[in-house]
């Protein structure tokens, strides 16, 4: 620590709070360091016009159909949508010029092709929920009946007849170059869709085979699209993986000179490469499988990042005035783009601070604040508009602009970072309220999608009304056989409300379902049905638990190589069960990797604190004497953390081993220590939430109650066995409370003491007395202390006023983003 810093006490325990406690759940947006782009307003394309290029028909009529598809999926009709997909293409065999369709009047031509839509159920009307066509199968045949003969063969999703087959087979089979177009013309995006799918399912199962068919269905989308690719270009077609990781960055003129089918052709290229290198991870288990992939996702994100520069090229040229027409770039383009560019600038942001220097080094982008500000721009929205008027809410709703096939996805990630990720790992411009409005915006579209519902239920229990949370997720039923484990994650939630508020019937109820019918993770479901049942008390279930115990590291299980962090944390919990026959509080033991303390309204959390101090009350019964003797002698600032050149003990009031250890002991409690510790962490991470409540008055009782618990935790830490997670968690929040107090230097050195810890055996860290300095949460702390920092630098520029310009707001821009106000 800082020489110069003061003490707690020279502070006083009021000093430098604020009296009502800031909110994490609607904070400013963030300034950004470059400007946004706008690319809903680069859309020119007629989709009324039939074109020549037969691959572009092709095309337009898998947009069509996939869209369908995929707005079934959505709302909870993942049979229907699946079977339109399994249908396949429609090959397109022969070009339309000669057709009554082609002499047709343009006015003709746009009439059948909204006639075309409406067939499919994609009327701006139906989208808002008015008048639903989901499963309508006698009006969609009315509807196609209606259409004429050559549009209605283009935009079926029915198969033709067998006779008709026949037809088209034998008067296609003249001419090899014919044969040579409709086999380049197989619908890439009904490969990718099929694919997107089906890696989904894997996702959903975690089942190995699933994540294999996942991996060969993305493959079958990179061959399909490939063909498709103009090939002769450097860095595209010809060149593998390692070739464009040398070549860098592929130049906006590449992409200029193709037509509209190949831009999709490498937007696929790209998008089916990245998933498939994801599955890989997941599937091989291999650390060097790792590796190969990073190739390969550099290779894909060089492709993005091309497309990008390419429609930075084209806003370019309109600023100065010139027409774009030409490029034929639609919304399925531009929301796909935006989607894959985004996503790297975020994934990689959340990486440690050095492996980010290194991928930056290597041309790959990090910025979090304006990957999700671009996300925002492709669906125009604006955390800092007011609120939508009814007229402006239809418009937004009927706008063409949403129809982009990666629309919803543009809007699921900022949704779920704020909802989701920020729960796990603090996040500095949280915007609850923003992110409700565009999940009500897609729950509007799709009132029965479980995963826009799913997002519901969660702002819901974010923002701590559990109740209302639990009927959200009551309300969806995942029907589909083949998707019943897409609603586990349902139950997961459930369950970890009903751990939250006490009620362990409920949470065992949910654990044994959970374990008898999920896939996810047999470790932690055996460890969760084990200890809700010990909470619930039942003696007449104590084998079945001791059963469950000894089956759960049995059922740990690998990603890239390595051990998720949640299953290793039930294995030796289960282990301690085993070998004691007993755990301190595993419930809120087990809430903190879900963080489900920040969720707890006032209510709950002065329940459980009631609970835990009695744990502590009954432990402090248990310490030695001479160990109370010794609690009266201060604990001085050099023995709160571990040094070096201690040589594995802490120094003052411990400079004596044996003496310690001695006057330590408990009868027949071999890891008392370890239980004190969690006992004393667990009262002081309840009371800091209660201090700290989101815009609820300060609490200094609690406060004070916080830092009285942790520095117990820093006095009996190097008594510890196994739960040495307990001190470093306890040093963060001691920092956090420091932040909070405006103390951010001495936060700043907590934080990177806390950081100096990672990897125990690599860097010889001091063990503790029992000689087990490992963490097993070693890396879920190091992802909060990062976001620590953040948190001080965010507090810095607000003490100092800041010295960069926000980046213009999604909607004040030079160039609107094809607003809904004012839709093409």
């Given amino acids: 620590m800082p020489p110069s810093a003061k003490t707690d006490e020279a502070y006083g325990q009021q000093d430098g709070f604020p009296a009502t406690n800031a909110s994490r759940r609607r904070q400013p947006p963030p300034k950004l360091k470059k400007p946004i782009p706008h690319y809903r307003h680069l859309v020119r394309w007629n989709k009324n016009v039939v074109p020549d290029s037969i691959e572009e028909q092709q095309m337009n009529q898998d947009l069509v159909v996939l869209r369908r598809a995929l707005d079934l999926f959505l ?5 229907e949508g699946e079977a339109i997909m399994a249908e396949g293409p429609i090959p397109v065999t022969g070009s339309l010029a000669g057709s009554r369709y082609a002499s047709a009047p343009p006015s003709s031509a ?22 639903s066509p989901y499963g309508d199968e006698k009006r969609q045949q009315e509807a196609m009946s209606a259409m004429p003969d050559d549009l209605s063969s283009l935009h079926s999703s029915s198969p033709p007849s067998s006779k008709e087959g026949k037809k088209d087979a034998s008067s ?15 619908g890439m995006y009904y490969e990718l869709g099929k694919a997107i799918i089906q ?64 831009k999709h052709a490498e937007l696929i290229y790209a998008e089916a490469t990245i998933l498939r290198s994801l599955l890989s991870v997941l599937y091989h288990l291999d650390v060097w499988m790792v590796i190969e992939e990073c190739i390969n996702l550099r290779h894909a994100f060089t492709i993005i990042q091309g497309l990008k520069s390419f429609m930075d090229s084209v806003e370019s040229e309109l600023r100065h005035g010139k027409n774009i027409d030409h490029y034929q770039i639609d919304e399925h383009l531009v929301s796909g783009v935006t989607l894959s560019y985004s996503l790297y600038n975020i994934v990689i942001s959340f990486l440690p601070e050095v492996i980010v220097k290194m991928l930056q080094f290597i041309g790959f982008p990090s910025d979090r604040d304006w990957g999700m500000a671009m996300l925002a721009a492709c669906g125009d929205w604006d955390p800092m508009a007011p609120p939508e008027n009814p007229q402006e809410h239809a418009e937004r709703l009927s706008s063409s602009a949403n129809e982009g096939v990666r629309r919803q996805f543009c809007d699921m990630v900022p949704i779920i970072f704020q909802v989701i990720v920020s729960s796990f790992i603090p996040m500095n411009h949280i915007d609850l309220n923003y992110a409700e409005m565009i999940n009500n915006y897609n729950v509007e579209l799709y009132p029965q999608s479980p995963f826009f519902l799913f997002l519901k239920g969660r702002h819901l229990q974010v923002t701590s009304r559990l109740d209302e949370a639990v009927a959200t997720y009551k309300s969806v039923q995942v029907e589909e056989p083949r998707w019943h484990q897409l609603g586990h994650i349902f139950v997961f939630e459930e369950m970890m409300c009903a ?80 070998k004691e026959g007993h755990l301190l509080l595993p419930s809120y033991d087990f809430m903190l990797l879900w963080n489900t303390f920040d969720m707890m309204p006032p209510k709950i959390l002065q329940k459980n604190l009631a609970n835990i101090s009695s744990e502590v009350r009954r432990l402090q019964a248990l310490l030695p004497e001479k160990m109370r003797e010794r609690e009266s002698q201060p604990l001085a600032a050099k023995d709160q953390t571990i040094e070096a050149s201690s040589g594995g003990m802490l120094g003052g009031m411990f400079s004596s081993k044996n003496a310690l250890l001695r006057d330590s002991k408990v009868a027949n409690y071999e890891n008392f220590y370890d239980d004190y510790c969690l006992a004393f962490f667990l009262q002081g991470l309840v009371a800091y939430h209660i201090a700290f409540f989101p815009e609820e008055a300060f609490n200094p ?18 008594l510890m066995n196994d739960d040495t997670y307990t001190y470093y968690f306890s040093h963060y929040y001691k920092a956090k409370i420091w932040i909070h107090q405006g103390r951010l230097d001495e936060a700043q050195a907590r934080f990177k003491y806390l950081l100096g810890l990672s990897n125990t055996n690599m860097l010889g860290l001091p063990a503790l007395v029992g000689g087990k300095g490992k963490n097993s949460l070693e890396l879920f702390v190091l992802l909060k202390v990062h976001s620590g920092l953040l948190d001080i630098e965010t507090a810095r520029a607000t003490l100092t006023g800041g010295n960069s310009t926000a980046a213009p707001s999604v909607r004040s821009a030079s160039i609107r983003a094809g607003s809904i106000r004012s839709s093409k």
């Fill in 701 to 718: 009782e609690m406060c004070a109650l916080a830092q009285e618990s942790f520095q117990t935790v820093f006095r009996y830490a190097p």
């Fill in 110 to 131: 746009a009439e059948a092709a909204k006639r075309a839509r409406e067939a499919l159920g994609m009327t701006n009307g139906e989208k808002n929920g008015v008048s």
């Fill in 199 to 262: 890696g989904l399912r894997a996702l959903v199962t975690f089942d190995p085979e699933e994540i294999e068919l996942g991996m060969k269905a993305f493959e079958q989308a990179i061959k399909t699209a490939d063909k498709q690719r103009k090939g002769s270009l450097l860095g595209l077609g010809s060149v593998k993986a390692v070739g464009s990781f040398v070549v860098g960055t592929i130049g906006a003129g590449s992409f200029k000179s193709m037509n509209r089918v190949q």
């Fill in 172 to 186: 296609s089979s003249g001419s090899s170059s014919t044969k040579k177009s409709k086999d380049k013309s197989a």
């Fill in 75 to 79: 709302n909870n009709s993942m049979a």
């Fill in 499 to 578: 751990m939250m508020q006490n009620d362990h019937q409920t949470a065992c109820e949910k654990s044994r379902q959970l374990l008898k019918e999920s896939r996810w993770s047999k470790c932690c479901f055996r460890y969760l049905t084990g200890i809700t049942g010990y909470e619930r008390g039942d003696q007449s279930e104590k084998k079945k638990i001791d059963n469950l115990m000894e089956k759960v590291e049995g059922g740990m299980q690998k990603v890239a190589g390595m051990n998720l962090f949640f299953e290793t944390f039930c294995a030796r919990k289960s282990k301690r069960f085993i």
